[in-house]
């Protein structure tokens, strides 16, 4: 979506007339590169055919369809002119927001823009604005109107006492979009006000989004602290735009007419004593929009003329969203609904001018509103969840005696018949029985499950697997998830509705947020989820065979994982998931081989199919032959052997066959975890991710925080090297306190050393930690993501004037990731600036193949060894030798048995991988002669393919054992 930033804005423009605006706006959007030469032409043609004029001092000029030819790339610019621009009809225009927009990307801004703008006087404001930022929060602050309209109100309601009664008004709340999930808890925690004849007051402004008031009365009375309940006011309060309102009732019960509120029976008698929008019981029409950019300003300006033509007036809503309708004479209010291709929207008009009012409003959406419109499809195509539902045709099964490539994510290999798992659904009645019967049935199912679990976690001696489990215990004990089913059971959901429901909806919103963190949030609610629900359902679950097997399902739950018994479980292998899922991590520390996101295909795999599985490598074979069986049976058995060699000569140096030393340093994401990596042989640490720092802490640590953990490191390692990398967030890792613009594309967005050199403050504060923390002991620092000269320049100055502050002695090498493939092919300039250089595989794969690296589906083809990410790291190492400095290389590669070779043939120096590694690395470099590896390394630049470079390293270089 497009984001508004002060970088758009341009401050203090001055404009003769609207045309010189016009060319100015061109220019701009021209010389920004948004758009082709021309467009200017569009925006003239526009504002002949219309004004753009919004509202408030605000224009949104952009092109016609004829020039969205010449739009480059969609985006916004302002400008700001404080003196105003006569923009015809009297209407005098502060800020001028130019569109380039390619489709109908530009809508939804457009649609809180025009939200945003609410109804004060804005226009005068923004003409004093003395920034962007001062123009920006205007256009995201105005105050929003107080919400009072039908779906606020509800009339003799069934509560069984004040508590319900005040859920069922949050609940109305919610529903309206006034609140989010916790402005209940927040009521509750509030004093009631009795107003009187019994009236009674709650407000919170906790978890509110938009000021709105319910208003409930009980179907019979209640009674709260001793006074009865006939009638409850919830405000969801935001600043004062509840005043009117407040003013309004205080005179009702002032002129001693409580009790027409109390004894309503209609809405309208309610809303209308209040002052609310009251519900339109006019004539209607609903038709389908099907222009096919949405009813954007164009459109929406023919049926805002439309309505002159009429003395009476039409509202318009769009059908299924329900809420108040707006008036089509308003522009603003017509781009607020935010109306796209294939909705319905319902006109309402007086009775007076209905007949005719809808009627022109019919033809006029059915001829496309001034533009040429495609009809709608008689069928529409089924939303991905109908479609999701339906059968679509099943994949076929891999043939026997394939091979498939998945994502390797538990190393070992394991083998034995094919035990399908599938996703079980839940038939159920949607009513329950009565709210507390249901109450009661879920509480049950929640006790029994929070049993399970308490089992599980006292069996369990691994600590993830442990932690997620409690994670589960609080996602079943989470206060507003109760508050959200409670609601619903008292509208006479049944258990299993309201539970499914309200889980389906929170794992959505956090999905929605595109944090991986957050994301596998919503697989663990899920999870949890499914498990209550089939015990409500009376499902016990499939009956596990009895011999060693290879679970196969869609996506395993965490707790799927963690309940598996070791001994019959030989392996796991599923069609969806990344390597960095819970899943693996619970697979990994359980020590059960694993493969994930095989594709679909494999659900389709008759039971019962023998299937050979290789964690290390990512291979999955079908039905294999008995002598395929028996060699990786052979195979097991080496790689145990090799293991137990390696790890008895972890603490000797590694050093290839003809003598020439390879450092093998560990990479750690905390500080705990110094003194094992060295008891697993570590040279050292190579790359120190310092973001656990910052993750473990609600604010950013301060420098003492910091210097305590860095600290801790450097003593640990007792002189050995340590390579820290400064913070690496943003993009898609966001700091919960940092809060940065949702991007499109957070891995090519400001990530790593683009988003520290923003806030220099935080750089400053971690370097100042490292360096006092050093006190003058050796102490290498990278910076993350550098992709141009500059960054790097920048990182380096800050920190030698640190140095020079700091005063005394400071040992200290500075250098930079390599992960951006322009960082790589600049190597030649940068290596004359560093001190090193340490390639950072994972993200140099990513962007060199183009491929996230957490993709469920392709990461497995995003291999390191592929022909094009050696080029980069040859031009590296290259540049990095003739300048005398030193290369490592700290992504997962440096501990890939076949790349080990490769990469000590093209010249890297150091290989830092996670600590478990090491061993075997140092083994894997002592089978190598550096000629050898060398003739390889230079053979494999010349191939064509990741594959083709593996089989040449498996066919020189076996693995010894
Ligand atoms: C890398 O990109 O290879 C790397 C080591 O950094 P991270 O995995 O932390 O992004
Ligand atoms: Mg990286």
Sequence with gaps: MLELNAQLVHMGQRAADKQAALAMLGAVLEGDGLVAAGYLAGLQAREA?????????????????????????????????????????????????????????????????TRALG???????????????????????????????????????????????????????????????????????????????????LHSDECVVRPGLAFVTPQRELSHAGQPVRGLFCLARQGDAHDAMLARLGDLL???????????????????????????????????????????????????????????????????????????RSLSKLLSLGARRGQVLEFFAEPEIAED???????????????????????????????????????????????????????????????????????????????????????????????????????????????????????????????????????????????????????????????????????DLRDIGRRVLAYLCGDLGAVVPERPYILVMDEVGPS???????????GILTARGGATSHSAIIARALGI??????????????????????????????????????????????????????????????????GHAVEVCANLGDTAGTSAALELGAEGVGLLRTEFVFMDNPQAPDQATQESEYRSVIDA?????????????????????????EEENPFLGVRGIRLT??????????????????????????????????????????TLELCAELGGAHEVQLGIMVEVPSAALLAPVLAREVDFFSIGTNDLTQYALAIDRGHPTLSAQADGLHPAVLQLIDMTVRAAHANGKWVGVCGELAADAQAVPLLVGLGVDELSVSARSIPLVKARVREIDLPLARELASAALALGSASEVRESVARALPEVN
């Excluded at 020039?67 to 800020?95: C, I, K, N, S």
């Excluded at 109107?145 to 919610?174: I, M, N, P, S, Y």
């Excluded at 033809?363 to 709608?376: H, N, Q, S």
């Excluded at 990278?782 to 992709?787: D, E, I, N, Q």
């Design 717 to 741: 390692l007792g002189g050995r090297p340590l390579v820290v990398r400064t913070l690496d967030v943003g993009g898609d890792k966001p700091l919960p306190y940092w809060p940065v613009p």
């Design 560 to 570: 799927d994982v963690a309940r598996l018994d070791r001994e019959r479980v030989a």
């Design 49 to 113: 055919q219309g004004s753009t004029y919004l509202g408030q001092g605000i224009a949104i000029p952009h092109g016609t369809p004829d020039t969205r030819h010449l739009v480059r790339h969609t985006g916004v610019r302002l400008m700001h002119f404080p003196e105003g621009v006569a923009w015809g009809d009297g209407q005098v225009v502060y800020l001028a927001i130019a569109i380039a927009a390619k489709s109908d990307e530009h809508l939804r801004l457009l649609q809180l823009l």
């Design 119 to 201: 109804d004060g006087d804005m226009a005068d404001a923004l003409r004093r604005a003395d920034s962007p930022d001062a123009v920006l929060r205007l256009l995201g602050g105005a105050p929003q109107a107080l919400l009072l309209d039908a779906q606020l109100v509800g009339l003799d309601v069934a509560a069984e006492d004040f508590d319900e009664l005040t859920l069922l008004a949050a609940r109305r709340l919610k529903k309206a979009g006034c609140v989010v999930p916790g402005f209940a808890a927040a009521l509750h925690d509030g004093e009631a006000l009795p107003l009187g004849e019994g009236l009674w007051w």
């Design 757 to 798: 050199l923003q806030r220099p403050q935080i750089l400053r504060t971690q370097l100042r930690a490292l360096l006092v923390a050093a006190a003058g002991r050796p102490l290498r620092i990278m910076f993350p993501m550098v992709g141009q000269v500059d960054e790097w320049r920048q990182a380096r100055d800050l």
């Design 254 to 328: 002032v002129d001693g007419r409580a009790a027409e509120l109390v004894r309503a029976t209609s809405c309208r008698s309610v809303l209308e004593a209040l002052g609310g929008e009251l519900p339109v019981d006019w004539p209607s029409l609903r038709v389908p929009l099907a222009n096919p950019h949405g009813l954007h300003a164009r459109p929406a300006q023919v049926l805002m003329l439309l309505a002159r033509d009429f003395s009476g007036e039409i509202r318009v809503r769009i059908a299924d969203e329900g809420g108040a309708p707006v008036s089509i």
């Design 357 to 523: 009012a809808l009627a022109a409003v019919r033809r006029a959406v059915e001829d496309g509103l001034g533009e040429a419109v495609e009809p709608l499809p008689e069928h529409p195509e089924p939303i991905a969840a109908e479609a999701e539902q339906g059968e679509p045709a099943a994949p076929r099964a891999p043939e026997a005696g394939s091979r498939l490539q998945a994502v390797a994510a538990s190393p070992g290999i394991a083998s034995g018949p094919a035990y399908l798992q599938v996703v079980r659904r839940f038939e159920f009645a949607e009513r329950g029985e009565s709210p507390e019967v249901e109450s009661q049935r879920l509480d049950d199912a929640r006790q029994a499950i929070s049993a399970e679990i308490d089992v599980l976690v006292e069996r369990t001696r691994v600590t993830a697997i442990r932690d997620i489990f409690v994670t589960h215990q609080a996602l079943l004990e989470d206060p507003e998830l109760a508050d959200e089913v409670q609601a619903l059971l008292i509208e006479g959901a049944s258990a299993e509705a309201a539970w499914s429901q309200v889980i389906e909806r929170a794992a959505s919103q956090q999905e929605a947020l595109r944090d991986a963190l957050l994301a596998e949030r919503a697989a």
């Design 593 to 658: 081989p694993a493969l994930v996101g095989a594709g679909e295909a494999v659900l389709a795999l008759a039971p019962d199919t023998i299937l050979l599985l290789d964690g290390d490598r990512g291979e999955l074979m079908i039905a294999p032959s008995a002598e395929s069986l028996a060699e990786a049976e052979r195979q097991r058995a080496r790689r145990r052997r090799r293991a137990e060699q390696a790890e008895a000569r972890r603490h000797e140096a590694a050093l290839t066959r003809d």
